[in-house]
């Protein structure tokens, strides 16, 4: 029998969590006081492993103020901004605890769910791995809690080597495997730089089955930080804006593992192609609306091109055709910038009511003919036909019309 919390020693605690950060101060306070009190409170024995990648706001000064006062938090920081996955990899590397959970330092544990999980790992040595679905805060919302991120019925146990019974439940519940909580002896056969063509936590639940028994269970440990307020960036939803690609390359990465080793139990690869591409093609939906909600028209316009191979409707808030014509004046506009421009003046043949739906390039100033001055430096001008009388010799036109030509709309 594994001993009790009380008795284990401070070298060996039963529970680490682990927290990468960088910039993000004004998440710290709620992130630190919400776990160091619940996890004071259940009397576990625990410790808080935490690495800063270098951060130039108030951070730093966080992190010393609340280490002072609670010796288990272990502060680390990075000599220079790694990347969000090598500093998360730092974390799991210093972590000591028989048990351990990484949390987004905008995301929150469940306390008594995640120390439920814990505890049956602790009684059943043939855990390897558990995994559950999380819950979507919206901060503007006062962090109301909007759903989960996927859901099924009961709790589905793979044991060791049961590829392919754990790929057919990824597909089926379309289920990530984001949200875990690992064995630490087993987590340096889990996790290690992350892969560049396969989704790295599809690969880590293929480790992870190479290593033992992995438990799904729908009950959430984690709530998670879906909808921010302001500026604020969440890691997830840029991975669900560009990542999609990868989640093709992870689910192969199981489908290889489960050829290997539980021969003969998939279907042939006609099939199994076909699986994978509808479970990519969900994604690519949702990536196709998220960078449309961001104003990245080329980029929304590239995903649905690319989802129309596959025949998959484009059921888009902004109408598909619409943003096939917001991506040519956008990629207008941005040739402009790549080309030099000091400049770009946007031609009244562009209406303002597009102007204001397109994220602005940096590094010039956006103007109307009328705003032109003669002393101003070399210009790109964004033209519907020919362009202005003010441009000059030193100057150069992109013209929305051939733009248009290179994103075809989509009912014809």
């Known amino acids: 029998m594994p001993a009790s919390p009380a008795v284990r020693s401070e070298a060996r605690p039963l529970l680490s969590l682990c927290l990468a950060t960088y910039n993000r101060a004004h998440y710290l306070e709620r992130y630190l006081t919400h776990h160091l009190t619940a996890f004071e409170a259940a009397g576990i024995d625990y410790e808080l492993v935490v690495s800063d990648n270098g951060s130039t706001d108030g951070t730093p000064k966080i992190l010393a103020d609340w280490a002072a006062r609670h010796p288990r938090m272990r502060v680390m920081r990075q000599p220079r901004n790694l990347g969000a996955y090598p500093n998360i990899l730092t974390t799991l590397r210093e972590a000591r605890g028989e048990f351990v959970v990484s949390i987004a330092d905008d995301d929150l544990a469940v306390p008594h769910q995640l120390l439920a999980y814990v505890e049956a790992m602790a009684a059943d040595p043939a855990l390897c791995m558990v995994q559950a679905p999380w819950y979507l805060i919206d901060e503007t919302q006062g962090d109301a809690i909007t759903g989960k991120f996927y859901d099924f019925d009961g709790e589905r146990r793979f044991g060791a080597g049961e590829y392919a019974r754990c790929l057919a439940f990824l597909l089926e519940a379309h289920a990530f495997p984001e949200c875990w909580i690992a064995r630490r002896s087993a987590l340096p056969s889990l996790a290690g ?35 921010a307020k302001g500026a604020n960036a969440h890691v997830g939803n840029s991975e669900a804006m560009e990542a999609w690609d990868s989640y093709r390359g992870g689910l192969e990465w199981l489908t290889s593992c489960a050829r290997q080793f539980n021969p003969g139990v998939l279907p042939d690869a006609i099939t199994m192609g076909a699986a994978i591409t509808g479970f990519v093609c969900e994604r690519m939906v949702v990536a196709a609306r998220l960078q449309a909600h961001a104003r990245n028209w080329s980029d929304a316009y590239q995903i649905l091109r690319r989802l129309h191979a596959y025949d998959v409707p484009l059921d888009m808030a902004v109408a598909p055709d619409d943003i096939a014509r917001l991506a040519a004046v956008e990629t207008a506009l941005v040739e402009c910038a790549q080309r030099g421009a000091s400049e770009i003046v946007v031609a009244d043949g562009v209406p303002d009511h597009v102007l204001e739906r397109m994220n602005l390039p940096g590094g010039a100033r956006v103007i109307r003919d009328g705003a032109v001055a003669d002393s101003d430096p070399r210009r790109g001008y964004v033209v519907v036909g020919d362009p202005p009388p003010s441009m000059r010799a030193q100057d150069f036109a992109c013209d929305v019309v051939p733009a248009m030509n290179r994103f075809p709309i989509f009912s014809n």
């Open 193 to 227: 730089p992350t892969p560049r063509f396969a989704y790295s936590f599809f690969v880590m639940l293929a480790n992870a089955l190479n290593q033992g028994d992995v438990l799904f269970s729908p009950e959430p440990h984690i709530a998670a930080t879906a909808v």
